[in-house]
């Protein structure tokens, strides 16, 4: 188990060192001279060339891309991701301050959509094909196919304009949750649904089930013991894409409703050619992604003995 | 390849696939006949009737300019359409070549392939999209590049699991006992093994892609107005959404049903797979 662990970790170092690499190289993907964007994201209009030459002086950009980038990977491994180019805060520190808004929202979401999704699987495989069955599998394949961007406009629409039960945007209390949790959740939920109840309609069918049965266990005692188990373990490693959808939706959800979170500074500093925070971000994400995969990974090899000594890739 | 025989006809009994190909094909119809079907000219602007709300005149009101919504929905297709088919063809061809070699190969080719898999999945879905295309600019190629630049992984992964089973197949041993070149067991026997859950992959990933370009212009970086497409057109509707919201209304149903039927196909496919073929391909 811990061979296991071992070679996850470093494998994980290497994507992790392509990440900076990849992160790195967000600033040189935007046209021109970033010496020159990012002169003009400062001060406007107007410039003189000066302004644009001590614009490279200062953030090192004479010097060639490969130098610029162990100079800013050293500084990275510091912990000092840099200041922003049109605010100069330090950009961890913004980072870190949206990281509790964003903890939130996606807790918030996840939390929905296994109280939605898991029994509504559950029960949708154990009734297979009934209305029940069907009606989920329906509302889920329609879940999948409504962006979630639009659903939470149409939610802003119905129970904050028409119905004026909740506010459409801020954030502090609970009710400023409830609509983006709404949004982010229930798009997880019905891929999460689909997940569990295609999971475990292939655990029913297993051997250990029959198994089970034939030696007289109550039906109850099969589903909690031996059937919920099993069929919760694939669920889990698709916790690994659904984390990513998290991550990526809170993009999405955090810009519809102004939701202060670490979406939102990306989306905000890519409009505002703030390289050094798109950086900083899109590395921080990255590789917050990567180590909680890890951890599912690890998660997963803990609950299934199987994987330990039959992992091959 | 048998196989594809029965896919077809248990295909047609999924009526939830067939009704996704009906769509499919109705909404290409849209794309293609689009200055046929569009009352109206989706860029003309008539600042004198903004913001009608749907008439028989307008089926689906007028936008904040004065424009058509029914026509720009219309001409939209051809937009959404356009970048899924053409992201889905460069990543599915690309990645799944990938796949072959590196599966087949092994070694270090392997290796490097499969590490750059992981790096680029290590970004979660929009991110990085949402970076390249943000920082490139706005316009249809871009947005191109930006999500076929992040979405050929997952072929690659799917492809090279299957071709790692495969490969221990006897067919290609035996074909390897006549002398066969390697490229020619790659083309004859590993490829046209792999198409299906290819050909699976790719119908579900339109809808992904589709969503994906949707949700960029949403957040104004994709493609941007005068250009007719669903998502920038939702942004545009949201300073009216009490007022009329008529203009984020169908645009969104738009995208939804699209969506609805690529999925809804790709389902139906994938369902015609047998299972082991398709659980690789559900991970992907």
């Not at chain 2, 109206?40 to 904040?64: C, I, M, N, V």
């Not at chain 2, 006992?177 to 792999?194: E, T, W």
Request: glycine share 8%; aromatic share 10%.
């Amino acid at each position: 188990m811990w061979n296991y662990i071992a070679k996850r970790l470093l494998l994980i170092s290497v994507v992790i060192f392509g990440v900076t690499l990849v992160s790195f190289s967000a600033m040189y993907l935007a046209p021109g001279d970033p010496a020159e964007v990012i002169a003009f994201a400062r001060y406007g209009q107007d410039l003189s060339a000066e302004q644009i030459e001590a614009v490279r002086e200062a953030e090192g950009l004479e010097a060639p891309a490969y130098i610029q980038y162990l100079n800013w990977l050293e500084h990275v491994l510091h912990l000092d991701f840099g200041k922003s180019l049109i605010s100069s805060d330090d950009i961890l520190e913004e980072i870190l301050l949206r990281l509790p808004a964003t903890a939130e929202l996606a807790l918030a979401s996840l939390f929905l959509s296994l109280m939605i999704a898991i029994p509504a699987g559950v029960l949708s495989a154990l009734k297979q094909n009934t209305l029940l069955d069907n009606a989920c599998v329906f509302t889920s394949l329609l879940g999948v196919s409504i962006p979630n961007f639009w659903f939470g406009l149409l939610l802003i629409w119905l129970f904050a304009l028409t119905l004026r039960i909740l506010p459409s945007f801020g954030y502090g209390s609970l009710e400023n949750l409830v609509l983006p949790a709404l949004t982010l959740g229930t798009s997880m939920a019905a891929v999460t649904m689909r997940l569990t109840r295609s999971s475990m309609l292939d655990v029913l069918k297993q051997e250990y089930i029959v198994a089970a049965r034939a030696k007289g266990l109550d039906e109850r005692t099969i589903l909690i013991r031996h059937a919920l188990k099993n069929a919760l373990l694939p669920v889990l490693t698709f916790a690994g894409m659904q984390l990513g959808y998290l991550l990526g939706g809170t993009v999405i959800v955090e810009t519809i409703f102004a939701w202060p979170g670490i979406g939102k500074l990306l989306v905000d500093s890519i409009f505002a050619r703030d390289f050094a925070m798109v950086q900083g971000c899109v590395l921080f994400i990255a590789v917050l992604f990567s180590l909680s995969n890890l951890a599912v990974d690890i998660l997963y090899a803990v609950l299934d003995p199987r994987i330990r000594y039959d992992k091959h890739d | 390849m048998s196989e594809k025989k029965l896919n077809i006809r248990e295909f047609r009994k999924n009526r939830l696939a067939v009704l996704g190909v009906l769509l499919i094909i109705l909404l290409s119809s849209l794309a293609l006949f689009a200055p046929f079907i569009s009352p109206h000219d989706p860029l003309e602007q008539k600042l004198g009737k903004r913001l009608e709300a749907p008439s028989s005149e307008y089926p689906f009101g007028t936008d904040d300019l004065g424009r058509c919504i029914f026509s720009r929905v219309v001409y939209g297709t051809r937009v959404s359409l356009g970048i899924g088919v053409l992201v889905v063809a460069a990543t599915s061809i690309a990645g799944t070549l990938l796949g072959v070699l590196s599966g087949y190969r092994g070694g270090l080719f392997d290796e490097i392939v499969m590490r750059g898999v992981d790096i680029v999945l290590a970004f979660p879905n929009i991110i990085l999209a949402l970076v390249i295309a943000g920082l490139l600019g706005s316009g249809f190629t871009n947005v191109v590049l930006a999500l076929s630049l992040t979405q050929w992984p997952v072929y690659t992964r799917l492809v090279r699991g299957q071709v790692l089973s495969l490969k221990k197949r006897a067919f290609v041993e035996a074909a390897r006992a006549l002398r066969a070149s390697n490229f020619y067991i790659m083309r004859r026997h590993i490829l046209p093994n792999c198409m299906e859950s290819v050909v699976v992959l790719g119908t579900l990933e339109i809808a992904h892609v589709i969503i994906f370009a949707a949700a960029l212009s949403f957040l104004g970086l994709g493609i941007q107005p005068p250009t007719p497409e669903w998502g920038s057109m939702l942004k545009a509707g949201i300073p009216y959404l009490r007022s009329a919201p008529h203009l984020t209304f169908f645009p969104g149903l738009m995208i939804m049903l699209t969506v609805m039927a690529f999925n809804f196909a790709g389902d139906g496919l994938r369902d015609c797979l047998d299972t082991e073929t398709n659980r690789e391909v559900m991970a992907g």
